[in-house]
């Protein structure tokens, strides 16, 4: 089957070309180059891809309260290690650096204690810092897709200072970025964030036909096709056995190897602290049970498809994460669970019922109370962003810890 191409022709002309070099190509390499790609890729580019005017939307979007929730989880690990006097909290994949901000602003107003500890170390694959810094009557610092926010409704005057990394680093509080994490030097007493980053990374396509094929990428007539062969490496079959997974005949599956390296980098970089993942997915035995045909999804202006050929650099590709492979790895680079669970279950533990304001009655003057009751709503909702999305926490260095976002439910029995 051959599939109608759309999207960034730079983009579609690079995947032909390493298409004619090498034959075919996983389509980790098509993944890799429609959302990485210098330049040109979905997360490299400048396009607009979060919130309203983008293609989704995510947790921070909806609600403030989302990195509120997290400081205070953070607070309680920095306890744990017995308050040391220096802590780094990494966030990777910062994006727009919202989650850091907000995160930033809990502890500075709420734990100064702790403020007094911490810094801000920022890892982002896009070069171009994608916000300018702004002053507001209190002398502190917000990003601009605030601007509009019922909950920031003071006075401010946005001033762009310049878009490159190295001066905006002189002007945000304790914070330094970096275009990887390998930018990073190891030894981290401190926690480290991902929001939404493992189901962005490159997949491998699987399926199960008599023993485990790989699905390639390959072009005829004008479009794109999905071609059968051999494994590219003996790491997918590998994958699944370390986990007991048996596809039934028939079955695709996306395999994302990128995720277990990550999560070994990461250990290797953490002396002593704990690694906090948000993001869709699973245990492996729900990711892969034999009622599912594989997990691709893509988001194009607030929509979802499954054609990953369709607006090629202009939508998102994704992949549910595995988090039980995700917990393996782990354990191979010195990180124990602490704890898994779903995003409403984690908030509930962390006290989000507390966050709630009172509202007497429906009129204007109560509008903002409303809208942030709203907010905390959609982020802890059954059957969306509260079920979706998944917390899992690994920690090294430090002897069981306990933490309140798993005084609710823990659920890392299921892993």
């Not at 921070?60 to 308050?83: C, H, K, T």
């Not at 909290?89 to 650096?97: C, D, M, N, Q, S």
């Not at 590998?238 to 999560?263: F, P, S, T, V």
Request: charged share 25%; aromatic share 12%; glycine share 10%.
């Amino acid at each position: 089957m051959s599939y109608n191409l759309s999207g960034h022709t730079e983009l579609i002309s690079e995947i032909k070309k390493q298409i004619e070099k090498k034959g075919r190509i996983t389509f980790a390499e098509f993944m890799d180059i429609a959302l990485y790609w210098p330049g040109k890729g979905y997360y490299t580019s400048e396009n607009v891809r979060w919130g309203k005017d983008g293609d989704y939307l995510t947790s921070i979007d909806v609600s403030p309260v989302f990195g509120r929730l997290l400081a205070y989880q953070i607070n309680e690990m920095w306890q744990n290690l017995g308050s040391p006097p220096q802590f780094s909290i990494i966030e990777v994949g910062a994006g727009r650096e919202e989650l850091s901000f907000h995160i930033r602003d809990t502890i500075k107003k709420l734990f100064p204690e702790f403020y007094k500890a911490v810094d801000f170390q920022l890892v982002d694959v896009n070069p171009v810092r994608e916000l300018c810094s702004l002053t507001i009557e209190d002398g502190g610092i917000e990003p601009p897709s605030l601007r509009n926010d019922l909950y920031h409704r003071q006075a401010v005057d946005f001033q762009l200072v310049d878009v490159n990394p190295i001066h905006i680093q002189k002007l945000e509080e304790r914070t330094s970025f970096h275009s990887s994490i390998e930018d990073i030097k190891p030894g981290i007493t401190g926690c480290i964030i991902s929001n939404e980053l493992i189901d962005a990374f490159p997949v491998h396509r699987v399926v199960e036909m008599d023993g485990l094929k790989e699905i390639y990428v390959g072009y005829e007539d004008a479009g794109f096709m999905e071609i059968r062969g051999e494994l590219s490496t003996s790491g997918l079959n590998d994958y699944l056995e370390k986990i007991g997974i048996k596809l039934e005949q028939g079955q695709k599956a996306e395999i994302n190897l990128k995720a277990l390296d990550w999560i070994k980098s990461i250990g290797a970089l953490l002396k002593k602290g704990f690694v906090i993942t948000v993001d869709y997915g699973l245990p492996a035995r729900e990711l892969f049970r034999h009622n599912r045909n594989g997990n691709l999804l893509c988001y194009y202006r607030h929509t979802m498809n499954n054609n990953p050929f369709h607006q090629i650099g202009y939508q998102d590709i994704t992949a549910k994460v595995d988090f039980t492979s995700l917990a393996a790895a782990g354990r191979d680079a010195g990180l124990e669970v602490t704890g898994f669970t779903t995003q409403f279950h984690f908030f509930m533990g962390i006290g989000a019922l507390g966050e709630f304001k009172e509202v007497e009655e429906l009129n204007i003057g109560n509008l903002d109370a409303f809208q942030w009751n709203q907010g905390i709503k959609e982020l802890m909702l059954p059957g969306g962003m509260g079920d979706d999305f998944k917390v899992l926490i690994q920690h090294k260095g430090v002897e069981a810890p306990l933490l309140k976002g798993f005084s609710f439910k823990d659920l890392k029995y299921t892993l």
